[in-house]
């Protein structure tokens, strides 16, 4: 007589039913889960990543503009540089100007040593003068305004020998840079 065994069937039937409902749990709690909150967050992520590329669309914007900026000043100071006070009469009459008009005496002037570097040439002039204290600063800010390559450096001010005098004697060092022909012809 041949038994028949349904009720073992049934136990591998309900093995693979449990093994197929843990494989499906498990691949929710593992995969579908973090898929979700990924899905949540996405649409905060394209706000994040839309406000960030108009922040790099704005600030590309500022920086053409400043190098826009930037391209202008450099042609003003090659335009400058392109004509500097490079000779000692032009410098000497504007400082001569530029203490008359401060009430400043010009005393001695002493052409100093000369040097160059690789693309600039620069020179220097020692400059004795007389006159009152608050005058000096106005004479000095003055002559570091001709150009912006013109330095003032070494002040000396030695004080009145006289208590009721104000006149004070000042000595500085003028500094005169400027670019070589062939830098201001390779620049162009």
């Known amino acids: 007589m041949v038994i028949c065994r349904k009720p073992l069937i049934l136990a591998i039937d309900l093995a693979g039913v449990a093994s197929v409902a843990a494989l499906l749990a498990a691949v929710g709690v ?3 889960l973090p898929l979700q909150r990924e899905l949540t967050t996405l649409p905060a992520l394209k706000e994040d990543a839309l406000a960030v590329h108009r922040q790099c669309a ?13 391209d202008a000043h450099e042609q003003a100071l090659r335009a400058q540089a392109a004509q500097p006070l490079a000779d000692v009469p032009t410098l000497l009459a504007s400082v001569s100007e ?3 008009q401060s009430g400043v005496t010009l005393q001695q002037v002493q ?6 570097g690789e693309l600039y040439r620069s020179w220097q002039l020692q400059v004795r003068a007389v006159g009152p204290f608050p005058s000096f600063h106005e004479l000095l800010c003055r002559i570091e305004r ?3 390559y013109v330095q003032v450096s070494n002040m000396l ?3 009145p020998s006289d208590r009721a005098s104000q006149v004070c004697e ?7 840079n400027y670019l070589q022909n062939s830098a201001l012809e390779g620049q162009q």
């Not at 704005?58 to 930037?70: E, F, G, R, T, V």
């Not at 000042?170 to 005169?176: D, E, R």
């Open 111 to 116: 052409p100093l040593a000369s040097g160059s």
């Open 170 to 176: 000042l000595a500085f060092t003028v500094q005169v």
């Open 30 to 32: 593992w995969v579908l």
């Open 146 to 148: 001709l150009s912006p």
């Open 58 to 70: 704005k600030l590309a914007a500022q920086n053409a503009a400043m190098a826009q900026s930037l």
């Open 98 to 100: 530029l203490c008359a």
């Open 157 to 159: 001010v030695v004080g």
